[in-house]
């Protein structure tokens, strides 16, 4: 009966977004969003542990608001990038960010539905500023 109450028309919170060919690699969208008013820092993908052609792993662009929130961008093509939100404190993403676990117990479940429900909100608007951000300066 629990499971009821939460909403179902939950808003992932990424987004693709098409770049002009100036800014079609890594370096020069760094270059371009350093001057966004936010903290900018290029790092490894730890979130998703993707990897590059190489087999090393592969590097995003992190675009922090705060502790909290920040959003994550990595090129899935070209010229279009993948833009959703992350936890970017390793501790904080540790404690709020989504379980990896394939099978959970009851606990778990709960616990993360409540997690998300009490934090979705303040997620969604800095999402929305900072995918603002990113959109106006591409």
Known sequence: MV??????TLKTMENLIRL??????????YELLKSSGY????EY?????????SG?????IVLKKNGMHAVKLF???ENTVKINHIIPNKLMNAYFG??????????????????????KGAQQ????????????AC
């Open 56 to 60: 090393q792993m592969a590097h995003c």
């Open 125 to 136: 608007k800095a999402f929305e500023e900072l995918e603002r951000a990113v959109a106006k």
């Open 20 to 29: 002009k060919p100036e800014f079609a690699n890594l370096d020069a969208l």
């Open 3 to 8: 499971f009821k109450l939460l909403p179902k």
């Open 75 to 77: 090129f899935v093509n």
């Open 98 to 119: 989504n379980s990896a676990k394939a099978h959970k117990n009851m606990l778990e479940l709960l616990g993360g539905s409540i997690k998300r429900a009490l934090l």
């Open 45 to 53: 993908d730890v979130w998703e542990q993707r990897t590059d052609t």
């Open 39 to 42: 903290e900018c820092s290029k």
